[in-house]
Protein backbone atom coordinates (compact mmCIF):
# COMPACT_ATOMS: atom_id res chain seq x y z
CA UNK A 1 0.00 0.00 0.00
CA UNK A 2 1.08 3.14 -0.87
CA UNK A 3 2.36 5.78 1.63
CA UNK A 4 -0.22 8.94 1.89
CA UNK A 5 1.82 12.00 2.73
CA UNK A 6 0.61 15.50 3.65
CA UNK A 7 1.79 17.17 0.30
CA UNK A 8 0.01 14.70 -1.97
CA UNK A 9 -3.31 15.94 -0.56
CA UNK A 10 -2.07 19.03 -0.41
CA UNK A 11 -1.14 18.93 -4.30
CA UNK A 12 -4.56 16.55 -4.96
CA UNK A 13 -6.49 19.77 -3.39
CA UNK A 14 -5.10 22.28 -5.20
CA UNK A 15 -5.01 20.33 -8.41
CA UNK A 16 -6.01 16.61 -8.83
CA UNK A 17 -4.55 16.83 -12.30
CA UNK A 18 -1.02 18.14 -10.92
CA UNK A 19 -1.15 15.61 -8.17
CA UNK A 20 -1.30 13.04 -11.04
CA UNK A 21 1.43 14.44 -12.90
CA UNK A 22 3.31 14.18 -10.13
CA UNK A 23 2.90 10.81 -9.76
CA UNK A 24 3.38 9.32 -13.12
CA UNK A 25 7.01 11.39 -12.58
CA UNK A 26 6.27 14.28 -15.25
CA UNK A 27 8.04 17.31 -15.13
CA UNK A 28 6.32 20.75 -15.04
CA UNK A 29 7.45 22.63 -17.89
CA UNK A 30 7.33 25.78 -16.36
CA UNK A 31 10.33 25.58 -14.48
CA UNK A 32 11.78 28.89 -14.45
CA UNK A 33 8.28 30.63 -12.89
CA UNK A 34 8.61 27.40 -10.08
CA UNK A 35 11.97 28.90 -9.12
CA UNK A 36 11.15 32.83 -9.51
CA UNK A 37 8.01 31.09 -6.93
CA UNK A 38 10.13 29.65 -4.54
CA UNK A 39 12.47 32.35 -4.96
CA UNK A 40 9.56 34.58 -3.89
CA UNK A 41 8.48 33.07 -0.82
CA UNK A 42 12.40 32.81 0.06
CA UNK A 43 12.52 36.35 0.46
CA UNK A 44 9.52 36.63 1.71
CA UNK A 45 10.37 34.68 4.56
CA UNK A 46 12.97 36.37 5.12
CA UNK A 47 10.86 40.03 5.35
CA UNK A 48 8.86 38.36 7.68
CA UNK A 49 11.43 36.95 10.18
CA UNK A 50 13.35 40.79 9.72
CA UNK A 51 10.33 41.78 10.79
CA UNK A 52 9.62 40.34 13.54
CA UNK A 53 13.39 40.69 15.12
CA UNK A 54 12.69 44.30 14.88
CA UNK A 55 9.37 44.43 16.13
CA UNK A 56 10.89 42.53 19.63
CA UNK A 57 14.09 44.54 19.18
CA UNK A 58 11.34 47.24 19.68
CA UNK A 59 9.79 46.02 22.51
CA UNK A 60 12.75 44.75 24.58
CA UNK A 61 13.88 48.45 24.04
CA UNK A 62 10.60 50.15 25.24
CA UNK A 63 10.93 48.36 28.11
CA UNK A 64 14.34 49.55 28.91
CA UNK A 65 13.01 52.84 28.59
CA UNK A 66 9.76 52.37 30.55
CA UNK A 67 12.11 50.92 33.49
CA UNK A 68 14.33 54.00 33.37
CA UNK A 69 11.57 56.05 33.29
CA UNK A 70 10.29 54.96 36.42
CA UNK A 71 13.68 54.71 38.30
CA UNK A 72 14.48 58.57 37.34
CA UNK A 73 10.92 59.41 38.46
CA UNK A 74 11.44 57.51 41.76
CA UNK A 75 14.84 58.76 42.28
CA UNK A 76 13.46 62.84 41.47
CA UNK A 77 10.55 61.86 44.31
CA UNK A 78 12.31 60.23 47.02
Known sequence: MP????????TYLYCNRAWWYKKQGVESINQAELAAGTELHARH????????ITRTVGLILLMVALIMLVGYCTVQIV
Open 3 to 10: IIRSSDIG
Open 45 to 52: GRQVLASS
